[in-house]
């Protein structure tokens, strides 16, 4: 199938792309009402970001949203977006930028393949089935061409897979190796399971800090589906505030995307609240996929011992093990993971440089950068909280 056979276009909203066409690309296996592998690339949630004005004018995150069509038929779609800034990436690029400007160039706007606010790992070239090469090449020399037709700085493609990475570097782009935690499930059939694979030392500070988180006074409560109610997200708004403010300036997300989110995400949700004299204090947000859970935002108005851990990774091994999932991804950053069970895992993103000096420095860098994110993974492996060879003393 010759690459003229295949049709790019630019929409700049979801609207226009029937769901679908859209999901049949992002999730295929969702079709018969299971759930998607990656909630985040559903157009559900993509609608819901844009529908709610958490991208879009004034965002910095403007909807270019790519489609390859054969016939008419839509093989292929990939969230797209012209960037303004670098905010909400969680992958960093400021010194890139920096140094682009400091030359005399102008790095942004950019263009970003994303799921925006959201570092978790998924597809980001989506496909139809029976048209994954084809789709893929299209798409991906599609944001090239738009690209450098249009005198753009550059081209990212944030916490795509490996396989991808592989694939889209034989086409040319750069591949950047980072890392994040993730906590694994073996095949537990109980948190307690789970502790019988740590180390001794690491099994009794996981058991204090989840006996002190518990004692805040309260009880703790997971909602998903039906459960969830209005009430639940006037709560979480407070916290999710706080958090943004303090993380960011200012929240990524507005309050309209969750009053969408009880709508229409509710059954991809698992929200986990913290309650005391009758009062919501912490709450922390769950995504749940087809095999993993996605820790996205936490936040609090009463400030308790461990209750930040219980919250954002414990429950979330708990809910990962009663709903047979395979991982837990606790988001960006955070050594303080490591302790918890996340063990360091290796993450990935493309990028194109328009200019070809630039693009030589950055790959130079790249280079580096990966030889040190591997020594880094390895080291940190060692200091996981699970048990050596050796046998360990008993408690």
Same mark, same amino acid.
């Given at each position: 199938?010759?690459?003229?056979?295949?049709?790019?276009?630019?929409? =700049?909203?979801?609207?226009?792309?029937?769901?679908?066409?859209?999901?049949?690309?992002?999730?295929?296996?969702?079709?018969?009402?299971?759930?998607?592998?990656?909630?985040?690339?559903?157009?559900?949630?993509?609608?819901?970001?844009? +529908?709610?004005?958490?991208?879009?004018?004034?965002?910095?995150?403007?909807?270019?949203?790519?489609?390859?069509?054969?016939?008419?038929?839509?093989?292929?779609?990939?969230?797209?977006?012209?960037?303004?800034?670098?905010?909400?990436?969680?992958?960093? +690029?400021?010194?890139?930028?920096?140094?682009?400007?400091?030359?005399?160039?102008?790095?942004?706007?950019?263009?970003?393949?994303?799921?925006?606010?959201?570092?978790?790992?998924?597809?980001?070239?989506?496909?139809?089935?029976?048209?994954?090469?084809?789709?893929?090449?299209?798409?991906?020399?599609?944001?090239?061409?738009?690209?450098?037709? =249009?005198?753009?700085?550059?081209?990212?493609?944030?916490?795509?897979?490996?396989?991808?990475?592989?694939?889209?570097?034989?086409?040319?782009?750069?591949?950047?190796?980072?890392?994040?935690?993730?906590?694994? =499930?073996?095949?537990?059939?109980?948190?307690?399971?789970?502790?019988?694979?740590?180390?001794?030392?690491?099994?009794?500070?996981?058991?204090?800090?989840?006996?002190?988180?518990?004692?805040?006074?309260?009880?703790?409560?997971?909602?998903?589906?039906?459960?969830?109610?209005?009430?639940?997200?006037?709560?979480?708004?407070?916290?999710?505030?706080?958090?943004?403010?303090?993380?960011?300036?200012?929240?990524?997300?507005?309050?309209?995307?969750?009053?969408?989110?009880?709508?229409?995400?509710? +059954?991809?949700?698992?929200?986990?609240?913290?309650?005391?004299?009758?009062?919501?204090?912490?709450?922390?947000? =769950?995504?749940?996929?087809?095999?993993?859970?996605?820790?996205?935002?936490?936040?609090?108005?009463?400030?308790?011992?461990?209750?930040?851990?219980?919250?954002?990774?414990?429950?979330?091994?708990?809910?990962?093990?009663?709903?047979?999932?395979?991982?837990?991804?606790?988001?960006?950053?955070?050594?303080?993971?490591?302790?918890?069970?996340?063990?360091?895992?290796?993450?990935?993103?493309?990028?194109?440089?328009?200019?070809?000096?630039?693009?030589?420095?950055?790959?130079?860098?790249?280079?580096?950068?990966?030889?040190?994110?591997?020594?880094?993974?390895?080291?940190?492996?060692?200091?996981?909280?699970?048990?050596?060879?050796?046998?360990?003393?008993?408690?």
């Amino acid at each position: 199938m010759s690459a003229q056979e295949v049709e790019i276009t630019i929409v =700049n909203s979801l609207s226009q792309i029937d769901a679908a066409d859209w999901d049949a690309c992002a999730c295929p296996e969702a079709a018969g009402g299971a759930r998607p592998i990656d909630p985040f690339t559903t157009h559900r949630f993509l609608k819901a970001l844009e +529908d709610s004005g958490s991208v879009g004018a004034g965002t910095g995150w403007q909807p270019q949203y790519l489609t390859a069509r054969i016939s008419g038929q839509i093989i292929g779609v990939a969230p797209l977006y012209v960037k303004s800034h670098s905010q909400g990436e969680y992958i960093f +690029d400021h010194s890139w930028a920096h140094a682009y400007e400091h030359a005399g160039g102008h790095y942004y706007p950019k263009l970003q393949i994303a799921v925006p606010h959201t570092p978790a790992t998924g597809r980001r070239f989506l496909t139809r089935e029976g048209f994954e090469e084809a789709g893929f090449n299209a798409l991906v020399q599609g944001a090239v061409q738009l690209t450098e037709n =249009n005198n753009i700085s550059s081209l990212h493609a944030t916490f795509c897979t490996g396989k991808e990475a592989a694939l889209a570097q034989e086409l040319g782009l750069m591949v950047r190796k980072t890392q994040q935690f993730h906590w694994r =499930n073996q095949g537990y059939a109980d948190f307690d399971g789970f502790l019988a694979t740590l180390s001794s030392r690491k099994r009794k500070n996981m058991r204090k800090e989840r006996a002190t988180a518990q004692s805040f006074g309260g009880s703790i409560q997971t909602f998903t589906g039906d459960d969830l109610l209005p009430e639940h997200w006037d709560a979480f708004w407070e916290f999710y505030q706080d958090t943004g403010a303090r993380k960011w300036g200012q929240p990524y997300l507005t309050r309209e995307f969750f009053n969408i989110a009880q709508d229409v995400l509710r +059954d991809d949700l698992a929200l986990v609240l913290a309650q005391r004299d009758g009062k919501w204090i912490a709450g922390a947000l =769950n995504f749940v996929g087809a095999d993993a859970l996605y820790g996205r935002y936490w936040g609090c108005v009463e400030h308790h011992s461990c209750l930040h851990f219980e919250l954002c990774y414990y429950q979330a091994i708990d809910i990962a093990i009663s709903m047979g999932l395979g991982a837990v991804e606790a988001g960006a950053q955070g050594e303080h993971k490591l302790a918890r069970g996340y063990l360091p895992t290796p993450t990935w993103s493309l990028h194109w440089m328009r200019d070809a000096g630039f693009a030589r420095a950055v790959g130079d860098y790249l280079e580096a950068e990966r030889a040190a994110v591997e020594e880094e993974i390895e080291v940190l492996t060692e200091y996981g909280p699970f048990k050596k060879v050796e046998v360990e003393e008993q408690e």
